[in-house]
């Protein structure tokens, strides 16, 4: 079956350093990958996807690239910020003969950058 | 993209009671998913609903679990006889086309 993977949180940061969050995933045939974002009392919110490999998603300084070699999309940004403090979810969906399925996730990483 | 609303934002019951969580409202959206993320844990796959019928659910959406689409826009999940392992936040997803589910801020149930 599908699996996610992340790396053990939680990761603790200074404002401006540099951030990476490892995923990896198992998946049969060729899944699109996400990764969300969740902040302090609220819900799951689509912060990049990449739907095929090399792919690279972007969004708000992050940065995510879809490598089938390894089988990972790990999340970078260069500088982050105090208000980027939140868990974030690696998840993947193998979407088969439609576009349409049910995203598998990973465990979480809770990130908290200080000033 | 609009955004998912779902009631009530924290739901607390007793143990064998049941439960009703909502998604309102949503239109013109063609797939709808329920999840739950325990506490602390990941967020886990419940149920995927389309043309108003169950497409997939998970081995947690068991009998005592059912959704439907009532009136044409609400969608909801009910569930019966509450155990305390249920407590949980839910979230509730849709689906209109592409690949990206836009998440609802969720329901936090809690069973004492």
């Known amino acids: 079956g599908n699996s996610v993977t992340q790396m053990e949180g939680p990761v603790t940061l200074s404002e401006e350093a540099f951030l990476t969050i490892n995923c990896t995933y198992t998946?049969?045939?060729?899944?699109?990958l996400f990764w969300y974002v969740q902040y302090p009392g609220e819900g799951l919110q689509l912060l990049l996807k990449?739907?095929?490999?090399?792919d690279k998603g972007s969004n708000k300084g992050f940065e995510a690239t879809y490598r089938k070699e390894t089988t990972s999309f790990h999340l970078e940004k260069g500088s982050v910020q105090v208000s980027d403090s939140a868990v974030y979810f690696c998840?993947?969906?193998?979407?088969?003969?439609?576009?349409?399925?049910?995203?598998?996730f990973g465990q979480g990483t809770i990130l908290t950058v200080h000033p | 993209e609009p955004e998912v609303t779902q009631t009530p934002s924290h739901q607390v019951t007793q143990m064998g009671q049941e439960v009703i969580l909502r998604c309102v409202p949503i239109?013109?959206?063609?797939?709808f998913y329920w999840y739950r993320q325990i506490l602390g844990q990941k967020v886990e796959f419940l149920v995927s609903?389309?043309?108003?019928?169950?497409?997939?659910k998970s081995e947690i959406f068991d009998d005592r679990f059912s959704v439907e689409r009532p009136d044409g826009s609400n969608f909801t999940l009910k569930i019966r006889s509450t155990k305390l392992e249920d407590s949980a936040m839910y979230f509730c997803?849709?689906?209109?086309?592409?690949?990206?589910?836009?998440f609802g801020p969720g329901t936090r149930l809690t069973v004492l």
């Open positions: 998840a993947l969906k193998n979407a088969g003969g439609t576009s349409y399925g049910k995203l598998t």
């Open positions: 998946a049969t045939g060729y899944p699109s």
């Open positions: 990449a739907t095929k490999a090399d």
């Open positions: 239109s013109n959206h063609l797939y």
């Open positions: 609903f389309y043309n108003n019928e169950i497409s997939e």
């Open positions: 997803a849709r689906e209109a086309a592409g690949e990206t589910q836009y």
